[in-house]
């Protein structure tokens, strides 16, 4: 099979850093304003008890800890040495500013730290913890990217899986964070059943648009217990057929800008309690199953990236 049909992260990291760098996940103890009472309660439709920070060690663990853990797990069995640490679960940045800084400060101290990653919603970042981030990575020289949990640029989805934010606020983040310098990578599944192909592509363009960094995609999973587990276990949903979710990557990858890196194209349920994840097949398969696609179809990412820049009015002359 021929390579360079998308950007993929792996690559990228190497070339950025010299040399293999992994991402270590680390989970923080928080809530997020759509569980709270903030914004709402209950959280979105589609997320469990432990806010998709599934693949994290257990949050009553210190952040040294973790790390020291990961960082065996990861030297053990892939022969790591650089890492870029992760703040996965729940909203790191809707954590009080002290506590937040006390833990971000605890992971850059350590001197195989590249990077640090820090996952939140588009409406909980906040300029006073952008530029204790900023401050971070002068002293530091750390590479720092804050990844948004934005799912679809259609606001009637949003609203319908109860994100409680709109696709406002999500642009207000990225211009925000990219005022500072940061990089972002924006969280999308391509598969919620209110959204369609057209939206599809207005996720690549609004993301290509806005000069979005990296990329994350998974499939929907569901869990048993979730409002949107009630909902599939009543029959008032239906997912697409995993032929449909490939060619809906696809087609993503046709619109989006060429520059952007892609971190996943599929992702992998929590371990327990899951009714729907990845059709019953291995996320490999399903990454395998893509790339087969766009062989196969003779696509590659950036083939339809052509809308920017004044498309009507290119072709013109004085």
Not at 191 to 204: I, K, S
Request: aromatic share 12%.
């Amino acid at each position: 099979m021929k390579t360079g049909r998308y950007r993929q992260y792996s690559q990228h990291l190497a070339e950025k850093f010299g040399e293999k760098v992994h991402k270590l996940p680390v989970n923080l103890p928080g809530t997020c304003p759509n569980r709270d009472g903030s914004l709402g309660r209950g959280g979105c439709i589609f997320c469990d008890e432990d806010g998709a920070g599934f693949d994290c060690l257990d949050n009553t663990r210190s952040v040294k800890r973790q790390l020291a853990e990961g960082k065996a797990f990861f030297r053990r069995r892939f022969k790591a040495e650089k890492f870029i640490v992760y703040f996965q679960a729940f909203t790191n940045t809707y954590l009080p500013l002290d506590r937040f800084k006390e833990n971000l400060l605890e992971a850059a101290g350590e001197d195989d730290v590249v990077g640090i990653s820090v996952s939140t919603r588009p409406d909980c970042v906040n300029d006073r913890y952008l530029d204790f981030l900023a401050g971070i990575k002068e002293e530091k020289k750390l590479d720092i990217n804050i990844e948004l949990g934005l799912q679809t640029v259609n606001y009637r989805t949003l609203a319908r899986v109860n994100r409680g934010h709109t696709l406002a606020e999500f642009i207000d983040a990225v211009l925000r964070v990219k005022k500072y310098g940061f990089e972002v990578c924006a969280h999308l599944i391509l598969n919620l059943p209110w959204d369609d192909r057209e939206d599809v592509a207005e996720n690549a363009k609004v993301i290509s648009a806005l000069g979005v960094e990296y990329v994350k995609l998974h499939s929907l999973y569901v869990v048993r217990g979730t409002v949107l587990g009630d909902m599939y276990e009543r029959g008032e949903i239906s997912i697409i057929s995993l032929d449909q979710y490939v060619a809906r990557v696809a087609l993503f990858l046709e619109y989006l800008d060429p520059a952007v890196v892609i971190q996943r194209l599929v992702g992998k349920g929590p371990q327990e309690n899951l009714l729907f994840c990845n059709w019953g097949a291995s996320w490999w398969l399903v990454k395998q199953k893509i790339e087969e696609y766009l062989e196969r179809h003779d696509i590659y990412q950036g083939k339809r990236f052509d809308y920017l820049n004044g498309k009507a009015v290119r072709g013109l002359t004085d």
